[in-house]
């Protein structure tokens, strides 16, 4: 489930919506609350929401646990999705705007289920997904904006959401493309906030990275071995790592040309048949975390192709990132006086922390 947010606050103003996205590799569920101060503000009901989603709670579970505890009477929008097995959908939408959804270029409308409960109107269904599909959830301020002589709707909401999937574009491009159409009708003048949440089914991507020499010489095979069981991306951190790689497939191991603006910075890369990326090690993963952290989304990455720039683009495309982290110690390079624990243990764990900030599945293996 690729997904991507946009919130657009009028000036000055402090926000007053909550989105939130929470992926694993089994399950990914996404929650949008609309303004709602008299329940103690967004986002701490999409925190609430989201710890019970966390918890295995269904959309309808976490909904019955919340509901009774809402001021009688208060106006509290939000709408919970959550997928299990990459393909089975339950939806609960509380006085909020629907899902939308667009399959193989048409408009679908789900099976939902209406009840109105304490003056509220609660909408539940469950569906199939299919690879392709692209959805959105927004609120109701997004619903609000008026421009080219007429309001901006739901019917209005689902053409443009239908127009812009049949470029192609990611969750990305697609929550950008609305939240600039947004801002069009509006005139470019913000009078109320308005979030979008875009989703895109699509085949999970993975990246195994190898950083490190085992702390067992004999373990070198079994670490290569693992790297290249990886079906999806593959990289290596290190320049002995790579050099244990090259040896143990035999193969040549290359310096790259240099690219246009240098290695001033960042380490050289390598190229080596059979592995996507070759980079130094320490220098370049920590750059390539500070990359991440400046960052707010893949565009917002530098246009460089020098190691930390082309690792951290790695990562962000990648869902499910799994570390190899050898433990072997270079004295000149321990973490702790005692010269026991590698410097790059650390470094990943940084890097993987960072990673996790930004939805990504994480695990650390040490060899």
Same mark, same amino acid.
């Given at each position: 489930?690729?997904?991507?947010?946009?919130?657009?606050?009028?000036?000055?103003?402090?926000?007053?919506?909550?989105?939130?996205?929470?992926?694993?590799?089994?399950?990914?569920?996404?929650?949008?609350?609309?303004?709602?101060?008299?329940?103690?503000?967004?986002?701490?009901?999409?925190?609430?929401?989201?710890?019970?989603?966390?918890?295995?709670?269904?959309?309808?579970?976490?909904?019955?646990?919340?509901?009774?505890?809402?001021?009688?009477?208060?106006?509290?929008?939000?709408?919970?999705?959550?997928?299990?097995?990459?393909?089975?959908?339950?939806?609960?939408?509380?006085?909020?705007?629907?899902?939308?959804?667009?399959?193989?270029?048409?408009?679908?409308?789900?099976?939902?289920?209406?009840?109105?409960?304490?003056?509220?109107?609660?909408?539940?269904?469950?569906?199939?997904?299919?690879?392709?599909?692209?959805?959105?959830?927004?609120?109701?301020?997004?619903?609000?904006?008026?421009?080219?002589?007429?309001?901006?709707?739901?019917?209005?909401?689902?053409?443009?959401?239908?127009?812009?999937?049949?470029?192609?574009?990611?969750?990305?491009?697609?929550?950008?493309? !609305?939240?600039?159409?947004?801002?069009? =009708?509006?005139?470019? *003048?913000? +009078?109320?906030? #308005? &979030?979008? @949440? $875009?989703?895109?089914?699509?085949?999970?991507?993975?990246?195994?990275?190898?950083?490190?020499?085992?702390?067992?010489?004999?373990?070198?095979?079994?670490?290569?071995?693992?790297?290249?069981?990886?079906?999806?991306?593959?990289?290596?951190?290190?320049?002995?790592?790579?050099?244990?790689?090259?040896?143990?497939?035999?193969?040549?191991?290359?310096?790259?040309?240099?690219?246009?603006?240098?290695?001033?910075?960042?380490?050289?890369?390598?190229?080596?048949?059979?592995?996507?990326?070759?980079?130094?090690?320490?220098?370049?993963?920590?750059?390539?975390?500070?990359? !991440?952290?400046?960052?707010?989304?893949? =565009?917002?990455?530098? *246009?460089? +192709?020098?190691? #930390? &720039?082309? @690792? $951290?683009?790695?990562?962000?495309?990648?869902?499910?990132?799994?570390?190899?982290?050898?433990?072997?110690?270079?004295?000149?390079?321990?973490?702790?006086?005692?010269?026991?624990?590698?410097?790059?243990?650390?470094?990943?764990?940084?890097?993987?922390?960072?990673?996790?900030?930004?939805?990504?599945?994480?695990?650390?293996?040490?060899?």
């Amino acid at each position: 489930m690729e997904c991507a947010g946009q919130s657009l606050s009028p000036p000055g103003r402090k926000a007053q919506e909550a989105w939130r996205t929470f992926p694993t590799e089994e399950t990914f569920h996404a929650l949008l609350v609309g303004a709602c101060p008299q329940a103690g503000g967004a986002e701490d009901l999409a925190a609430r929401l989201d710890q019970l989603l966390r918890q295995g709670r269904t959309p309808e579970e976490a909904a019955e646990a919340i509901l009774p505890l809402l001021p009688e009477g208060a106006y509290v929008p939000f709408a919970l999705l959550q997928v299990r097995e990459g393909r089975r959908a339950d939806l609960l939408e509380c006085d909020a705007p629907p899902l939308f959804l667009v399959r193989r270029g048409h408009l679908v409308l789900l099976p939902v289920v209406e009840e109105e409960r304490g003056g509220r109107l609660l909408r539940r269904g469950s569906f199939r997904l299919a690879q392709g599909d692209r959805m959105a959830l927004v609120s109701e301020g997004f619903m609000r904006a008026r421009g080219w002589g007429r309001r901006w709707g739901w019917q209005e909401v689902a053409l443009a959401l239908k127009r812009l999937t049949d470029t192609g574009g990611g969750a990305e491009e697609v929550a950008g493309a !609305l939240a600039r159409t947004f801002l069009r =009708l509006s005139g470019g *003048r913000l +009078e109320q906030e #308005a &979030t979008v @949440l $875009a989703m895109y089914v699509r085949p999970m991507r993975t990246l195994t990275v190898w950083s490190g020499p085992p702390a067992d010489p004999a373990r070198d095979r079994e670490a290569l071995d693992r790297l290249l069981a990886e079906t999806g991306w593959r990289a290596i951190c290190g320049d002995t790592t790579a050099q244990i790689a090259a040896r143990l497939l035999g193969a040549e191991l290359r310096v790259e040309a240099r690219p246009a603006d240098g290695w001033m910075e960042v380490p050289p890369t390598s190229t080596l048949e059979g592995v996507d990326l070759v980079t130094e090690g320490l220098v370049t993963m920590r750059l390539a975390r500070r990359r !991440l952290q400046e960052a707010g989304r893949l =565009l917002d990455l530098p *246009r460089k +192709e020098d190691g #930390a &720039t082309r @690792l $951290a683009r790695l990562l962000w495309q990648a869902d499910v990132i799994r570390f190899l982290v050898g433990q072997a110690v270079n004295p000149v390079q321990a973490a702790d006086a005692a010269g026991q624990v590698p410097l790059r243990r650390l470094v990943v764990e940084e890097l993987a922390g960072e990673l996790r900030k930004k939805g990504k599945v994480v695990s650390v293996e040490y060899i």
